[in-house]
Every structure is written in structure tokens, then in C-alpha cells.
């Protein structure tokens, strides 16, 4: 495994809670999402023209839209809209920290092996994440449908990590980028008519959240994501996952000016510990 590709992912893709604090207040969820997969889609096409992409077997096209559309529409559209309904950003958190356990336990079942000291792992990460969170937790605004969201964000992203791991872990990432937001632009797209109002405030800070997006966190961070799925397994891969919610917290602190705890503290020196004992190659 590429060993600066891990920490570089999770320092990226924990700014997804960043962009969504600045650009939710000034649109719907698919309708940010669309103009997200829109952008990204405007600066692949052209570059894969420029390439002369070669694109995969027509099954093959059809496995690698299936685990986009997990991926970004299930889970960023559920966290989106849960916290767009009410959900507090501190416990849609912990909901979706458990992806790594529920990939564990199905990677597991799928034929992946899960040694003891992974399992000890996945336990200290989700104990870490939920001990950064516990002065963040609070049930204002909490409903059975914001909820709902969540959790399908959880079994989205999951679904989509083992999906794509066991049917189309090798392609190339041009093309497949431009597969898999296209296809979540179709879908985003028709909810956003369907459901939204459609209407955007364009201000400074909505275009740097939507740049943000398409660039390093769409485009940058989930390039990493494949990478680094293609050449490890879904468990050990999943748990980089744990590390969003105690850098995200950091980032607050440095940008918004948020406390940074003792339980913050404790809290990732934990969750560290247990990504180490599962990411660690035992040696012979």
C-alpha cells in the first residue's frame, strides 16, 4: 500500500464536513451534489479525450456505476440530507463510524479474513470516534426519518466498498471516475427535480465549497480511495475511515475556532491506536 495515499485521503476527505458546514446553508443536498458531479464531469471528459481513455467491457461498465452510485449518491446523499433534515453533524458522525465494523463483519462472512488483533482494532477506532464525539452528541433535532438517512449512508458506503472490491477492484480510474459521476449525476439529478426547489444563493463561500468539492475531495480524495482499495483489503481500508471525525474536530478548532478537548485528544490518540493495530502487516 502506498504509504503516504492513507493519511493524505483522510486529511482530504475529512473536509467533506467542512465543505458541507460552508455550502448547505445556501442549497439542497442533490442539488449541491448534482452541480458537484457536474463539475467533476467537465474537467474529466475532456482529459479523457485529451488521454484517449480506454474503457472497460460493457459488464464491467455496469459493476463500476453500481458501486458509484453506493458510494456517492447512498452515502453523500444520506448524510447530506440527514443533517440538511436536523441531524446533528456530531451523531450522523458516529452513525456512519460504524462502516468500518459492518464492513468487517460482512468482508468476514464475504470470504476476507479478520484476525483477532483487527477485530481489537475496529473496537479501539469506534471507541476513539465516539470518545471525540461525546461532547458533540445531542438529540435536538433528531427524528426517525433523519435517522433513516443515516443509516443508509452507513450501508451504502459499505455496500460500496465490497461491491467494488469483489467486482471491478481493476479499472481505469479516468474512465471509471467519469462512470461512476455520471451515473450519480443522473440520479442526484432527477431527485433534485423531483424533490427540490432547485434554487442556489451564489456567494463566495458556496463556490469555494463547490470548487472544493470537485477537485481535491471528488476528483483527489476518491482517486486515493480506489487506490488504496485495489491494493489492500476492505477491512484494513475501511478503518482509515475511523481517523474523519478526530481530524475533522482539529480542523474545526483551527478554522471555526471550536474547543479542542481533553476528549478530543483522548479520543484520536485512541482511534489511532486501534487504525494501527489494523492496518499493521504482521511480518513473518
Known amino acids: 500500500m502506498i504509504v503516504w495515499a492513507g493519511p493524505v485521503f483522510v486529511l482530504v476527505w475529512s473536509t467533506g464536513f467542512i465543505v458541507a458546514r460552508y455550502g448547505m446553508p445556501y442549497t439542497d443536498p442533490m442539488t449541491f451534489l448534482t452541480m458537484r458531479f457536474a463539475g467533476v464531469l467537465a474537467i474529466m471528459i475532456p482529459l479523457a479525450m485529451w488521454w484517449k481513455v480506454q ?3 460493457r459488464r464491467q461498465i455496469g459493476h463500476i456505476a453500481v458501486s458509484g452510485l453506493l458510494m456517492h449518491v447512498g452515502y453523500l446523499g444520506g448524510v447530506w440530507t440527514a443533517i440538511k433534515m436536523g441531524m446533528p453533524a456530531g451523531l450522523s458522525a458516529l452513525i456512519v463510524g ?17 484476525s ?5 482494532g475496529l473496537m479501539f477506532g469506534l471507541a476513539g470516534v465516539a470518545i471525540v464525539l461525546s461532547d458533540k452528541i445531542v438529540l435536538d433535532g433528531v427524528t426517525w426519518l433523519s435517522t433513516f438517512y443515516c443509516f443508509v449512508a452507513l450501508l451504502s458506503m459499505t455496500a460500496g466498498t465490497l461491491y467494488q472490491k469483489r467486482f471491478c477492484p481493476m479499472f481505469d480510474l479516468r474512465a471509471g471516475s467519469m462512470i461512476q459521476y455520471g451515473a450519480s449525476g443522473l440520479v ?12 442556489v444563493d451564489w ?15 471528488s476528483i483527489g480524495a476518491m482517486s486515493l480511495w480506489f487506490v488504496l482499495l485495489r491494493r489492500g483489503e476492505a ?17 474545526a478548532w483551527f478554522l471555526f475556532g471550536e474547543a479542542l478537548t481533553f476528549w478530543v485528544v483522548l479520543g484520536t490518540a485512541v482511534t489511532v491506536t486501534g487504525v494501527w493495530l489494523v492496518t499493521q502487516v504482521r511480518r513473518n
Open 98 to 114: 460504524l462502516q468500518p465494523v459492518l464492513t468487517a463483519i460482512l468482508a468476514a462472512r464475504l470470504s476476507e479474513h479478520v
Open 55 to 57: 474503457w472497460p467491457a
Open 235 to 251: 477491512t484494513r481500508v475501511s478503518s482509515l475511515m475511523y481517523l474523519t471525525p478526530p481530524t475533522t474536530a482539529i480542523m
Open 188 to 199: 442526484t439529478g432527477l431527485l433534485m427535480v423531483l424533490f427540490e426547489p432547485m434554487q
Open 203 to 217: 456567494n463566495v463561500e458556496l463556490v469555494a465549497a463547490w470548487a472544493w468539492s470537485v477537485l481535491p475531495l
Open 116 to 120: 483477532r488483533r483487527q477485530w481489537l
